[in-house]
């Protein structure tokens, strides 16, 4: 196996779905000698394919392809009518948004805006999140059809999903209930899940001109997680989010 077969094999298991794979996962899923796999490993995180979490030793696609994903993605018309919503509800919350997109099972940060109560742990443009665990992933799924939906994750309710944290969906199955939830109220809401300590709410908006998906979420240090205020932040992005879905004419908004 050359090195150009071995990192497309491996980048391939991210392609598929998996946020962080550790070594044995690798060797495991790819069937290669562990002396292979950590060899293979070591390469792509020294040349910045893939990022090494210092705590786990897990490893996850790395800022070099990150930052390949942003700059191919241009900024387009409902970008722009995006990042106005995000700076509203910034501004008056003083919490982190996000602009995100949907790509196959992860969500991709388009835009980032700290407010002026930023969290401790921030995303970066182009940093990748399997969607099954996140407010902002699961507001993103509830825009897609059952087929779109079946198409990413199988028709099997009892297919497992990898463990992203706490609380986070198991199963195909568990999922497919949770996004139904999020679709019902408009408003994803997770809090401890795939990140522990950071609460979000979120909502999702598409374009029925071109198709393009977009989310937009609020963030939040999970110890301020008050009912009253995960309510608040609901109202303030449902209102804020809708009217932009309203301007677009999207059915999900006008009903």
């Known amino acids: 196996m050359s090195i150009l077969d071995g990192v497309q094999r491996v980048l391939g298991l991210y392609a598929d779905g998996a946020a962080e794979l550790s070594f044995t996962d690798v060797a495991a899923r790819l069937s290669l000698p562990k002396s292979t796999a950590s060899r293979l490993l070591n390469q792509m995180q020294h040349y910045g394919l893939l990022d090494q979490d210092p705590a786990t030793r897990r490893y996850r696609a ?19 009518a995006c990042r106005e919503v995000l700076a509203r509800l910034s ?44 407010a902002m992933g699961r507001a993103l799924l ?10 990413l994750y199988g028709a099997d309710p009892a297919r497992p999903l990898p463990v992203e944290g706490r609380d986070c969906p198991a199963t195909v199955g568990e999922l497919a209930r949770r996004v ?20 979000a709410v979120a909502a999702a908006v598409r374009d029925p001109a071109t198709g393009e998906l977009r989310g ?31 301007s677009l004419n999207d059915p999900y908004w006008l009903t």
């Open 91 to 134: 501004d008056s919350s003083g919490l982190t948004a996000y602009l995100s997109t949907l790509n196959q099972r992860e969500t991709v940060v388009l835009q980032r805006l700290n407010g002026t109560h930023p969290v401790q742990v921030l995303s970066p443009p182009g940093s990748r999140r399997a969607a099954s665990g996140t």
């Open 216 to 246: 937009l979420c609020l963030s939040f240090v999970s110890f301020q997680a008050e009912p009253a205020l995960v309510r608040d932040l609901c109202e303030a992005v449902l209102e804020q989010v809708g009217a932009l879905g309203r």
């Open 180 to 199: 139904a939830q999020t679709r019902e109220a408009r408003c994803g809401v997770a809090i401890d899940e795939a990140m522990p300590g950071i609460g």
């Open 62 to 80: 790395g800022a070099l392809l990150a930052n390949a994903v942003r700059a191919g993605m241009a900024a387009t018309p409902l970008d722009d």
């Open 142 to 151: 509830s825009r897609l059809t059952d087929a779109e939906f079946q198409a």
